[in-house]
């Protein structure tokens, strides 16, 4: 039993299968044989009835020849060739025509292997007396055919010989009945016990096919509901090596892998859990962080946007300035223009008065000339030469004065035109700095803005952690559930035992 445990199941389905097929094989063939031999019983008894039936017609047929009339041979030329559907009207001919179909029958109706096994059982003379009844009925024919009926030298030897055939034949027919009779009794105490026999023996097989299947199953069944209820550590010793064995065996490495890896998530999920209380923590802390910078943050952007108005408004008020420095620039080169126009002037003044006085030195000299007629002449030149000295020296304290001026005012003007290039620098710069303050602004607006997504998605993020941590809590109180009890099951009955 232990190496057919072993086997594959297939493997012993076929044995099954092959046990049934043969025993209901032999159970048919067997039934096949019962009814075949009274079969032929019942064609021996109609073969007896005919022979018998035949001898007697026979002897009336002798009879009838014995008597030698012409009517008792016309009658006997009739009982010998009468034909009738029957058997008691029937001539010798058909009669014996119907006493050769039965043995010829017994051939017919078996096949070899029944004559085969008829030989081996010792029951093949059953066949010579067939053969034998043949024969003679053949042979009984041919006589009645061929034989002299009116030759009274003949009469004698053919009336002999149809007795003699007559009652050969009737013979051949009690000789194959207690044959038959035989076979029949020893193929019924053959087949009914042999067929009993291979089909409890094929039921047996099954018994213990379907015992080696569902007992395991049973087994594998109580394991899946301990595991079920959460007791992974069972197991179900079998040293089976067929399909059972292994998904048993697959059913216990299940068990056992399934019990250290709950016990790893376990643990595992507890520290998952840990692990997201502190990162709900951490995250609280992070989301206050960032509700602080936010709060920093908008306040910069406030600043940030009064800085840029500040910053507007200086950049008018520099423009403005650069404004007004330019018409200044314009003035003093307009006053700068004037100065030069007026030193051009007195240099004309200037000149004027120096052809003055060379006149009035000239009107000195002709007035010396003249004498006395032209002493009033020469005062009047002296005169007019000391204006033109006056005039020449005020021409040139003017231009002195004016020079001074004009170059006071160049200076000025170069002043204004570098207080104006930098009150211009200075718009620049201011126009710039109000850009990047504006820049700076807007940063700070979409900083706030980001970091208000942020905060929410740190909310989010808080949600989803709190709600892990939750998950892993409740993952690891399951986990904690099931059970960590060695236990073994009895291969038979499938209950539990502790280790």
């Known amino acids: 039993m232990p190496k057919y445990r072993n086997i594959q199941i297939g493997a012993k389905f076929a044995i099954s299968m092959t046990i049934m097929i043969l025993a209901a094989f032999f159970s048919i063939f067997g039934m096949t044989e019962i009814a075949k031999t009274t079969h032929l019983q019942k064609i021996e008894r109609d073969h007896i009835e005919l022979a018998t039936l035949l001898e007697s017609r026979c002897k009336e047929y002798i009879d009838l020849l014995k008597n030698g009339t012409p009517m008792a041979l016309s009658q006997a030329e009739k009982t010998l060739d009468a034909k009738s559907g029957s058997i008691d009207e029937m001539g010798i001919k058909q009669l014996l025509d119907k006493c050769i179909e039965k043995p010829v029958a017994v051939f017919e109706d078996t096949n070899f292997l029944e004559k085969a096994l008829f030989k081996w059982f010792g029951f093949a003379t059953a066949f010579d007396c067939a053969s034998k009844a043949i024969n003679d ?23 002999e010989q149809v007795l003699h055939y007559a009652k050969e034949i009737k013979e051949n027919g009690r000789k194959f009945a207690p044959i038959i009779h035989k076979a029949s009794l020893f193929v019924r105490n053959l087949m009914i016990p042999s067929s009993v026999i291979l089909l409890a023996f094929a039921l047996f097989t099954m018994f213990v096919l379907a015992r080696g299947i569902i007992w395991p199953l049973r087994n594998a069944t109580a394991l899946a509901q301990a595991v079920a209820d959460g007791d992974l550590t069972q197991k179900i010793e079998m040293d089976r090596t067929d399909e059972i064995g292994l ?11 399934m019990g ?31 509700e602080n910078i936010s709060s920093m943050v908008k306040k910069n952007a406030d600043r940030a946007r009064q800085a840029d108005t500040l910053m507007e408004e200086a950049n008018s008020v520099v423009k403005r300035a650069s404004g007004f420095m330019e018409e200044l620039t314009s003035s003093m080169e307009e006053i700068s223009k004037a100065s030069k126009e007026t030193s051009k002037i007195i240099k004309t003044i200037d000149e004027i008065a120096f052809q003055t006085n060379l006149l009035a030195l000239n009107a000195a000299v002709e007035a010396a000339r003249a004498g006395e007629a032209g002493t009033g002449f020469a005062v009047v030149a002296d005169e007019v030469r000391n204006l033109a000295m006056r005039s020449a020296k005020a021409a040139r304290n003017t231009t002195d004065m004016i020079d001074g001026t004009v170059k006071k005012i160049e200076t000025g003007a170069g002043i204004v035109s570098s207080t104006n290039e930098t009150f211009s620098e200075m718009a620049e710069s201011a126009t710039k700095v109000a850009h990047i303050i504006s820049e700076m602004s807007t940063a700070s607006l979409e900083q706030s803005q980001g ?24 993952l690891a109180s399951i986990m904690a559930t099931f059970r960590v009890r060695k236990t073994t099951m009895t291969p038979q009955t499938g209950t539990a035992k502790e280790e």
């Open 137 to 159: 009925c053949n042979k009984f024919k041919e006589i009645l055919e061929n034989g002299p009926r009116n030759n009274i030298g003949n009469q004698k030897k053919y009336i």
């Open 247 to 257: 998904m048993i065996h697959a059913l216990n490495q299940i068990c056992d892998k």
């Open 260 to 290: 250290k890896s709950l016990t790893q998530a376990s643990s595992t999920s507890r520290v998952v859990a840990d692990g997201a209380s502190n990162q709900a923590s951490s995250i609280e802390r992070t989301t206050a962080s960032l």
């Open 451 to 474: 970091i208000e997504h942020l905060n929410s998605a740190m909310a989010e993020i808080d949600k989803v952690v709190q709600q892990n941590a939750a998950s892993a809590e409740e």
